[in-house]
């Protein structure tokens, strides 16, 4: 890509306070990252950890009693305290989302030729016909067999992987530069994750595209992306190129998620290493680090304030005051 | 497994003590609606019990030398075309307001909960056959079945109220069966099967709780329709026959006199109004109240 | 506590028996004046389960693993087939018998929130599998409720709670005292960790295997994670379209599998390690179910497939020690390098 230096997409110190049922919550705490074309991202992490928060605030989704905090720029343009109005013209555009539930991102009740045209329609104010042949084309590079017989079709005749594709389809069809994936195949089968996955990577490529991948799979992470960051009760708590953070995990939370998954061959009897404890709510975080109150290493001081992130390699940062500990702990940990 | 954007209470902190019953009356409390609905409701009632024991005027004395006054100190919101006492009238026309209500409601729904609920428990062709049923007699609007009853035993009262009753089973049987239907559906009714319980105990230990504040609801609102309709029956003459006095026959009255004393149309227009009111945002505060979800929070 | 006379099991007779089941189910008819469509969801699956052992059924979506799940509990009748417990046929119970059979097999659900009723408190819930049984003495019941709530981890005080009160990985908990409370010797769990997250579903994992070395348990894990039902079982049966197509212990499946499917399972499954190349696979079309074609239900997505696969559908045989596949090609396939199988 000919701009390559420049981020695409620079995400600094971003902080989302949501209101919850049991009061104010920091959703989100100083997340920051920078994406150039073609890069990608991933994020992972259980339930409630600000995932899904941060993409949502990516796309200026978030409800209007959120308060979002911090810059979002893309291609150096201010995101954050956007109209809606503004936003509009960007969400479908330059910025694209897939969600977890294909059959909940679909409207039922419309043919998928007219949801795969709208954005193209709205966006781009493309006529009628030639947004429905820019519909079949897509639909057709996405995968969707017998594509310009289906176009009329709607989403309850097809399965869940040809809905998946479908929703990709529409990400997709103004040529967004950022494309975030929110748990896109955890509603597939195994097999067809495969196939979903090896698409997205496939466009991702051909149109050098940023994205960022939201899973809670350590497997389709590590699989699929350059970049990842751990996220836990709304801070990021490890961060760094996927190969170095699997080769040396340096957050005691890291290692415990890894370590809590069922393995292949591990054979019957195999006693699972949990981590002691549920996950927070985002209501009621510890002080200190968020991880204090299920770790296994912790210390006083850990639970002060919030540790700042530390460099443990090119690019690969632990928010832990004790990584001399857990990092010497990890050596024999992840042995692939 | 997405980071929900309100996330549900659930887990760790689980507030100590606080009865259920003392929660609820605490919350209930803070519900604005709830509140307003029961002192509006409560107005009704206590008009109607009020009425037992004392009126300013009686309410079926003639006394033709002073009617239509103007509001005075004597009447305080004056009298009407027979000279009888406005207030009076009303106090005890809420009376026969509250009777209609409970009776038809309560005809309505003990018929249409229990066949809705044995639609959804059933399902083939008893479902199909009760609901057709409903569907023929929600095609009978509430005033014809009135005028036909009244044909057959007279007018009066208690035939409007049977009307009504009748003409409300329907509805609280789509309600009841579509809610039911829907609980049926969930995990642990199957959880139920697994373990070995049938149909009828299912239905009494699972699914009627589980609808009972949709009936609720259902019911606050059935209870106001059920007031309109005794209201345009007695306006009609097919319900409450003079003397006795309801809102609805008020009404009636005053609609001959509309140009001369409008207000006589405007008061128990008015009642009617507020005690409408009063049920559906009672029904509104009930359904937000009941629900367990909800019940501990804060 | 009812007593219930059961006949004392013969050695040989296995705790679960299920013979050659089938369940077919009519689709609703979208053209009055053409015959209702149907669908097999099974399609003459064996399987049996010896007392303390523990089978996994894994398979996609449409494998009809659940289906095999609701017939082994008896929650529907099969089209044709048997199911057995203790050598006694469910479907040939006098429904009474059944519901005094059930003590013996219980079921955990996949969805820790709707499988609890949000209206009763967590003591009714857990208590549900003995009063459906018969009365019961208060005190006792509650004494009850209150072992097993102890015995999954959970505190006695939470038996006046309701079910929002608690989180998945808790509810799930909730669910297995449920189950545990009639003291069963199968428990048939439906994916009973795949709404957790990671670091719940650890322990809900261990929580079940604890439980079976205690009280020797059966379990059916019904499951799409192949790693899950790798932790828990002693023999895993792979389904797919309504059909085991190959049956045989983890190692075996692991090592050397039999079926091309098998395969495609493990090799599907994200590792979660350094320098994770994604392996592009190519688009797989998907077969119908309602398709009655003669050949391998599988020959459409197969690598292998050739014509004989096409035109003729293999039979579920042995090709090694208790190890089953249902292709003609099984042999070639077991020679092949061993799926890749994750460790540490």
Redesign the interface.
Known sequence: MSHATAPLIEVRDLGVRLNTSRGPAQAVRGVSFALRRGETLGLVGESGCGKSVTALALMGLLPDSAVVSGSVRLDGAELVGLSDSSYCKLRGNRISMIFQEPMTALNPMHTIGRQVAEPLRRHTGCSAASARKETIALLDRVGLPDAAKRVDAYPHQFSGGQRQRITIAMALACQPDVLIADEPTTALDVTIQGQILDLIADLVEERGMSMILISHDLGVIAENVQRMMVMYGGTVVESGATDAVFMRMGHPYTQGLFRARPRLGARKGTRLKTIAGTVPELADLPAGCTFADRCGIVEARCRVALPAAVGVGAGHDVRCLRTDVSMADAAGAVRV | ??????????????APGASPATGFWRRALRHRSFVLGAALSLLVLGAALLSLVWTPWSAYDIDIASKLHPPSAAHWLGTDVFGRDIVSLLLVGARSTIMVGVIAVGIGLTFGVCLGLIAAARKGWTEELIMRMSDFTFAFPAVLSAIMLAAVVGPGMLTSITAIGIFQIPTFVRVTRGSANAVWA???I?????????GF?ITI??VL??ILSILIVQATIQFALAILAEAALSYLGLGTQPPQPSWGRMLNDAQTLLFQSPMLAVYPGAAIAIAVLGLNLLGDGLRDLLD??L???? | MTVLDQPAPAHETPLLDVKDLAQRYTLPRENLFKPAAHVRALNGVSAQVTAGKSLGVVGESGSGKSTFARLVMALERPTSGSVSLLGRDLNQMPPDELRRARRDFQMVFQDPYGSLDPRQTIARIVAEPLTALGRMDRAALRERVATVLRQVGLRDADMDKFPHEFSGGQRQRIAIARALITQPKLIVADEPVSALDVSVQAQVLNLMQDLQDEFGLSYILISHDLAVVDLLCDEIAVMYLGRIVEQGSPQDLFAHGAHPYTRALLEAVPRARAGGVRRRRGAQPIASQSTGSAGCPYASRCVLADQHCRDTAPALRPVGQAHLAACHYAEAVMALPPAVAESG
Do not use: Q, W, Y
């Not at chain 2, 497994?1 to 689980?14: E, K, R």
């Open positions: 497994m997405s980071a929900p954007l309100t996330v549900p209470a659930d887990s760790a902190a689980i969930r995990e642990f199957l959880a139920a099967r697994a373990a070995g319980k049938g105990r230990e699972h709780p589980n367990p979800r019940a501990r929070e804060r």
